[in-house]
Every structure is written in C-alpha cells, then in structure tokens.
C-alpha cells in the first residue's frame, strides 16, 4: 500500500514539492503524495493537522509531512501533527544564520521573484518563443538568445518553452522538414545567426512512435522517413559543426539544462 | 560584496537550484550563484572542487555550497572541497531510511519522470496548450481540464503554459477583446464548458503598463480603456459565477498553484 505523503507551504508548495519528490525518488516504493500550498493562517494550519492525524487513524500508519514554511508561527502548529516531520526550509537556515552572520528575515512569497522589471523580461522570453516558434518567421532571429533546430517533434517547442519560461532566455526554433531534405541546407537568415545555433537530434523509433501519435501510418511517421530526416540532419550538424544534443528519454528539464551547460548560457532563477 | 554560492548535482541541478534559492531567499543579503549540473564522474567532481577552492583564496570567503547528489562517490569528493557544505538530498535520506524501513536506491536522473507514458501526456499538454491559446480555435474546448479566459494581458496564455508544462493539464485560453466590451458574453462554446471556466483579472494601472510596453500610447493601452475592460470583464464573472484570481503581482507559480487550489485539479509532478 502506498505511503501518504503530505506536501506542506505557506507559499505555492513547489518547494517542497520538488525537493520531496526528489529524495522520495530514490527509495523504491510507492506514495500517495497531497499538496496542501498557501496554509497562510494558523486556523488554516489547525485544520492541516486534523487531515494529518486522520490520515495516521485511518491508514495505520504515520504520514511523512513535507514542510516549506516561511512563517514559525504556523510551522510550530503543522510540528504538531501525528506525522513524521521533514522540515524542509529550517533545517538549513539555523546553519546559515550561522555561517553567514545574519538572521533570516522570513518572508512569505519570496521564492519566486515578482520584482517587475526581472518578471517582465520573463513574460517577454515566453512571448518571443512563441511568436518565433516552429519558423513561423525569420525576422527576429537577431533579438535570440538561442536558435534551437531539428526535425518536427524532436523537442524543440516544449524544450523552448522550458527554457523561456525557467531562465527568461529568447528562444527561437526552427523546423526541418521533409522538402529540405533533398538539398539540406541553412537559410540565410540562420547562417547570419550561426553562433546561436543549437541542434535537437532523436533516435529515429522513438521519433516513430512520436509521429504515429500524431499522424498514424503517415509517410511523415513512417520508419524509413524518420531515419532520413534524423540521418540528414546529423550529417548537416556535423558538416557545420553546429553543437547538438539527443533528446530521446531525457525530459524536457534535462534537455533544456544540458543545453545550458553547452552553450555556457546563464541560468537565472525567478 | 556578494557572497558567492555554488549549486551542484550529478543530474540537473534544479533540485539544488530551487531548494538553495529558497533557502537563501530568506536573507537579506546578495549572492552570486553558479549552477553545475552533470557532474557525473569523479574527475569532474575534483574540477568543481578545484573551482570552489579557487573562490575561497580569491574572495577570501568560503563559499556557500549546495549539492544534490546521488552518487556516494562524487559527493564525497564534493565534501573535501573549502566550502560550507550544505547537502541536500543526504541530510533527509538517512532519517527516512530509518522511517520508512528502506534502504535507498540510489539511481541518478530518477527526479525527473521520464517513463514514456506520463512524459507523453506532459507534452501532449504543452502542444493542446500551444494549439488552443488565444481563442485560435473554439473546437477543442471538449478536451480541455481547464479553460482560463481573461482580457487581453492578463497572464492567460503563461499560466496555461506553465500549468501544461510543470503538471500534464490540458488548459485552453479564450481572450475577451475591445469588440466585446458593448454586449459581453460567453460564446456558446465556451457555455457548454462552464465548469472548465477559471477567469484571471488584473489591477486596471498594471496592465496600463503591461500594454504600453507593448503598444505604446495606443487606445488599447490607455487607462481608461484598461479600467473599462477589467471592469466588465469582473462584472461578468461575478454575474456568472465564474470563479477567478487577481494576477496583480503574481510570479506565473503563484497564479497557477492558485487556480489548481481553488479548483481542486490534481497536481502531478513529473
């Protein structure tokens, strides 16, 4: 039976979500995880501990609770549950306090940066990927950070979307498609654009399986035509040298991180 | 002087990222972060060593360092760097290994889901999101976890990304424009999914500003036109019972967590 997992914040709870999800990925058992964010007031607290204890009375067994919480206030009523507490945020900033000769000044809602001018430059990278996605148009490929390239559905869309919205990077992409591969070659408005260039590769069955999602028994799914299309392409990376990474079973976190070590693009969190 | 902070895993380094971000964010002080993700073998492990070393003589501080690593070996040799060690996924393995009555398997890139099938989803999300952003099309509304609709500006089209992108939900968004403002109502497609409908609404002088970066000195982006639009488009969902959220000064995380509280969807993390 699946362990019950409670995810607990006074802020939006991605916090503990993320850090809980990475240390419970690492023992192989099952759990039932409930994301319980914005437990702003202490009578909202109280009633988080009630489902809690519950959850011990019902399943038998203690729940890990999972806490990111800014306010002492409430982090005191949630140490009071029947859980098993894993105090996400406290457990580190006692040591700093420390180190770094200072006292937290806990604020709620400070993870993530709503100063305007850093949050717009975000929103903008998120337009500028979707105005310039899939080459809709070549016209603004000067204000890219980042031209992402290769075959349709080898990753480049949610890859850039990732990337625009985790880092505020301004980034284009642009598809090969099936008429190009006779004489694969950059258009002008790429080759002016060299040093921004990024190549997307995939295995070509697992591009396969893609398309056929997609379009089922299609030329454009077809397993001879994705081996063309990826094979061409990787030979025109190579030719001009253009740095490229494979997509096939990475996530989207991965890619868009591996593209970053590669170009030695800064990442900037929000 | 700002003090300088490392971030370092084997996988991504989001984890590390994320977490230290907001660790660090209940500090007022400044700091100079460098990510290093992909640390997979031994060797880069004494390079990233050599490097935090380098920080200490240079700065004369040691410098704080943040690490989510799988890999007994390479986090060992990350300890025997200068900096203040600050280990994130041990320091709560061990007590669940005690908790949950479990060794630990650790096995690298296990953060980030990538089993075919729910990866799948994420990015069937991402593309649903992309094809039926801004009212494109009204034919798709049948499929759709969640409709966000909005004036134009307000946030529709990030949160629908973001909320595709981090948890696998389908979500459509549907503009209400100057045109509408005379006689507004819900298109009949948008009726037939009243229980899918979440509004954004926003303060009236903040997406002045939003739209006169955008057009500036324009109709669109006067106040007066911005005060209207918000104003019937607020009227509308109070008269229809259509729940909504204020967007004003809330990073694309905030707004998303909040529709998903407030309209019970279930969050998936991948």
Redesign the interface.
């Known amino acids: 039976m699946a362990?019950q997992v409670f995810y607990i914040s006074d802020?939006?709870?991605?916090?503990a979500?993320?850090?809980g999800?990475?240390?419970?990925?690492?023992?192989?058992?099952e759990f039932n995880?409930l994301?319980i964010?914005?437990v702003e007031t202490v009578e909202k607290a109280h009633e988080v501990v009630a489902d809690i204890n519950e959850s011990f009375i019902t399943t038998g067994e203690?729940p890990?609770v999972f806490h990111?919480i800014?306010s002492p206030e409430i982090r005191d009523v949630i140490y009071g549950s029947e859980g098993?507490d894993?105090d996400?945020?406290n457990?580190?900033?006692a040591?700093?306090e420390q180190?770094?000769g200072?006292s937290?000044?806990?604020?709620m809602?400070?993870?993530?940066?709503?100063a305007?001018e850093t949050?717009?430059g975000?929103?903008e990278a998120?337009?500028y990927a979707?105005d310039n996605?899939d080459g809709q148009t070549l016209k603004n490929f000067d204000k890219a950070d980042l031209i992402l390239l290769g075959v349709s559905r080898c990753?480049k869309?949610?890859s850039s979307?990732?990337l625009s919205?985790q880092f505020g990077i301004k980034v284009a992409n642009y598809p090969f498609v099936e008429d190009d591969m006779d004489n694969l070659k950059l258009p002008p408005a790429l080759q002016a654009q060299k040093h921004k260039l990024f190549g997307l590769t995939i295995n070509p069955a697992r591009l396969h399986?893609?398309r056929q999602?997609r379009m089922n028994n299609s030329r454009y799914s077809s397993m001879r035509q994705c081996r063309t299309e990826v094979q061409e392409v990787e030979m025109m990376y190579k030719k001009l040298r253009i740095p490229y990474v494979d997509t096939t079973?990475?996530?989207?976190?991965?890619i868009?991180?591996?593209i970053l070590?590669e170009t030695g693009l800064e990442?900037h969190?929000?």
């Open positions: 362990r802020g939006t709870a991605i916090t979500e993320v850090f999800h990475a240390v419970l990925s690492q023992f192989p058992l995880a994301t964010p914005f203690r890990l990111s800014v098993l894993h996400f945020l457990t580190f900033v040591p700093l180190q770094l200072v937290a000044k806990p604020v809602h400070r993870t993530h940066s709503i305007n949050y717009d975000r929103i998120i337009h979707l996605d990753g869309t949610p979307l990732y919205m399986e893609i999602n079973n990475k996530s989207v976190e991965e868009a991180t591996k070590a990442r969190m929000f």
